[in-house]
């Protein structure tokens, strides 16, 4: 068993990466199997598809131009990397770009079918709704697997050395990374664009309800909860995915050419993704059952299984630990599995701290339920307030991570708890993707005029949910994106000091991060700032797109008056190419920042070799301000939706009261928050970083 640990990291995560797919298509095949509905329902789920995938297909075909040219770059610009790089980078583009379109297109057909089996109960209503979710899911982990594990033994195989496959490596996700921050921010300008515009007009102005067919908005805001939370946290997640195992491999190769430690990341991903394959498959809620209760059954089967099957393959590799124990801070086995079992334990931590300030059933949420009694404006300072307080108890519970890790085996302990922790990506982006399937799900209903119950005891309850795990597992990607960029960064200074060593440049080799030099003080500045920069773009972008929606269905409102008496049918693809162009045109210079600046810093270097320590604190800023406004973002804006469903429900005199007017701001406010500039930054912090180690070797030729 030892040996077959050490000796088969690649063939273990290549097994398991194709077991995971192949599941991944067998859910396809049972969802596509089910029951569609009526003839209406069908006619309202094919403009819902029609839409999601013409917008991913343009949105795709912009990146696609950006993504040859930067390839071509690293291709042909000297000290870029070369070939490895450049294939790396369109193998992480091309599959990370997969995951989130086949796992859209799954998704956007499970949610007419999520309606037609709501009619039969709860249960089965869940059942197709978690499974066309888990199809993104697994997709992500399985494709996430064959892409790094199987171009890595390409090179190896080629003839490339562990430090040529492992850079090549980077280059894959940088590629993973690019499609995500287009993806993230595109999908966010669309989906919240069109939320807007559709509640602003139609909730507060017309009065009528949500998901109302009356709303001439209603398909684009449904078109965006699938390219948004869908397609946008897929490839999110892939990246994030793909770029921490990368990032802990690159680290332990910095450590050590041990090919059993460096392949340990691959070893951890490809067994948790069989574990996340155990926990979907007991997902499932009897009558009167909890449907979170539920979820969360699925998450902590999964993380047990994979805590279980950690500890043989760590033991397996036990002589090489002992071999390396000098470069691994002292560590040995159990060190190393302690470290595993903390990257579990932060995931459980992050989910359950987010849950507190989003969900229903906690004291934040009602209290900004309760502050919109009094109106708009305290509705708004309540929800701030509660999203500068989210904060606190994540960085606590991942700075805590840190410790103990770094405690146990130094800068490698908390590597390996950083891929403990994404390996759970699988059953965690399963919650994610559940929550547009349930959000269509229930807007179908109530487009297609099914019966009363259906809304209120199936997909109602269903869609609350999923409200809830789509916030939960914001917080979960971003904690970890945090910890991944720590990785990062610790190996661009490793790699940094390497790469002067190998130049001959000695006396550059005593470079330091140190709060006393000017430079790297000036480089926290600029790193700090790009985060808020970014998420102004993000912000300003829906308000854009928003304002161009409340005009364009106040304009059909004005001019077909048949619209609200059902006698004229409104324009649904006006307000969809809206939100497209909107969202095209808006994405480009936000996902140009984490490119360009670290870039423009480096540079620098050409008048003074103090640039590396600029570029250096650049990162470090990023991180830090990254981490504190994406939690606060994401936090907030899923507690002033939250809120708005809470007075839905009847809390605080219910819809149409003084107080659901002031939810319903509050909520439009959050969600750009929420769904658009704070995801987002999760890749914007991952891509200055990697930008940053692909351009160690060309800023060290330049000095």
């Excluded at 998420?535 to 077909?560: D, I, L, P």
Aim: glycine share 14%; charged share 15%.
């Amino acid at each position: 068993m030892s040996t077959f640990f050490s000796e088969h990291a690649v063939l273990i995560a290549l097994v398991c990466g194709a077991i995971t797919v192949l599941y991944g298509l067998i859910l396809t095949r049972w969802v596509l199997s089910k029951p569609q509905g009526d003839d209406k329902m069908r006619e309202i789920a094919a403009a819902i598809q029609e839409g999601a995938s013409a917008y991913l297909s343009r949105q795709y075909r912009t990146v696609a131009i950006v993504a040859v040219v930067l390839a071509l770059i690293l291709l042909f610009v000297p000290d870029l990397g070369g070939w490895r790089v450049a294939v790396g980078f369109l193998i992480g583009a091309i599959l990370s770009a997969a995951a989130g379109f086949i796992g859209m297109n799954v998704a956007v057909r499970a949610n007419v079918r999520t309606a037609e089996a709501a009619r039969s109960g709860l249960g089965p209503a869940l059942d197709v709704a978690f499974k066309g979710g888990t199809v993104t899911g697994i997709l992500v982990v399985g494709l996430g697997l064959l892409g790094v594990a199987g171009y890595y033994g390409i090179l190896l195989q080629t003839g490339a050395t562990q430090g040529e496959a492992i850079y090549g490596l980077v280059g894959l996700g940088f590629g993973g990374s690019l499609i995500s921050v287009f993806a993230r921010v595109g999908g966010g300008i669309f989906t919240k664009g069109a939320d807007v515009g559709a509640d602003l007009v139609g909730k507060i102005e017309a009065g009528i309800p949500e998901d109302d067919p009356r709303n001439p908005a209603v398909i684009a805001d449904n078109v965006g909860d699938n390219v948004g939370d869908d397609a946008g946290m897929a490839a999110d997640l892939f990246e994030t995915y793909a770029v921490s195992i990368v990032a802990a491999m690159l680290l332990l190769s910095q450590f050590t050419q041990s090919e059993a430690l460096v392949g340990l990341p691959l070893i951890l991903a490809g067994l948790s993704g069989l574990a996340s394959i155990v926990g979907t498959l007991v997902v499932r809620v009897g009558e009167g059952g909890s449907v979170m209760g539920a979820l969360y059954r699925g998450v902590l089967v999964s993380a047990v299984i994979s805590a279980v099957l950690f500890i043989p393959a760590i033991l397996g590799l036990e002589d090489a630990i002992a071999e390396h124990t000098a470069v691994l801070s002292g560590a040995g086995t159990w060190d190393i599995i302690i470290c595993a079992l903390v990257g579990l334990v932060i995931t459980a931590l992050l989910m359950g701290i987010t849950e507190y300030y989003t969900g229903t059933r906690w004291k934040p949420v009602k209290d900004v339920a309760e502050a919109s009694t009094t109106g708009h404006a305290t509705n708004i300072i309540s929800g701030l307030g509660y999203s500068m307080q989210a904060t606190a108890l994540p960085v606590i519970v991942i700075g805590g991570g840190i410790l103990i890790a770094n405690a146990l085996a130094g800068l490698v302990g908390i590597a390996i708890a950083v891929v403990a922790m994404l390996s759970m990506a699988g059953v965690i982006i399963a919650l994610d993707a559940f929550g547009p399937v349930t959000d269509n799900a229930g807007g179908i209903a109530e487009m297609a005029g099914l019966p009363e119950e259906v809304r209120n005891k199936v997909t109602d309850p269903l869609d609350a949910v999923g409200n809830t795990t789509k916030a939960v597992t914001k917080g979960y990607a971003i904690g970890s994106a945090g910890l991944a960029a720590v990785i990062l960064f610790a190996s661009y200074r490793d790699e940094l000091l390497i790469k002067l060593e190998e130049a001959g440049k000695l006396e550059l080799t005593n470079i330091a991060f140190d709060l006393s030099d000017p430079w790297v003080v000036v480089g926290l500045l600029i790193g700090g700032a790009m985060p808020f920069v970014f998420a102004s773009f993000c912000m300003s972008a829906v308000g854009k797109a928003g304002k161009a929606v409340v005009e364009e269905v106040r304009r059909q409102f004005r001019e077909k008056p048949g619209i609200m008496d059902g006698t004229e049918r409104p324009e649904y693809g006006t307000c969809v190419d809206i939100v497209t162009r909107t969202a095209l045109r808006e994405m480009l210079v936000p996902a140009a920042i984490p490119v360009v600046i670290p870039i423009i810093v480096g540079l620098i270097v050409v008048f003074t070799d103090s640039a590396l320590q600029m570029l250096g604190g650049l990162l470090l800023g990023t991180i830090v301000t990254g981490l504190f406004l994406a939690i606060s973002m994401t936090s907030g804006g899923g507690a002033w939706d939250n809120a708005k469903k809470l007075i839905e429900d009847g809390a605080f005199g219910g819809k149409g009261s003084i107080a659901h007017q002031a939810a319903v701001t509050g909520d439009t406010v959050g969600d750009p928050y929420k769904d658009t500039a704070g995801p987002a930054i999760n890749p914007m912090i991952k891509i200055a970083n990697i930008v940053a180690i692909l351009l160690i070797p060309a800023l060290v030729a330049l000095i």
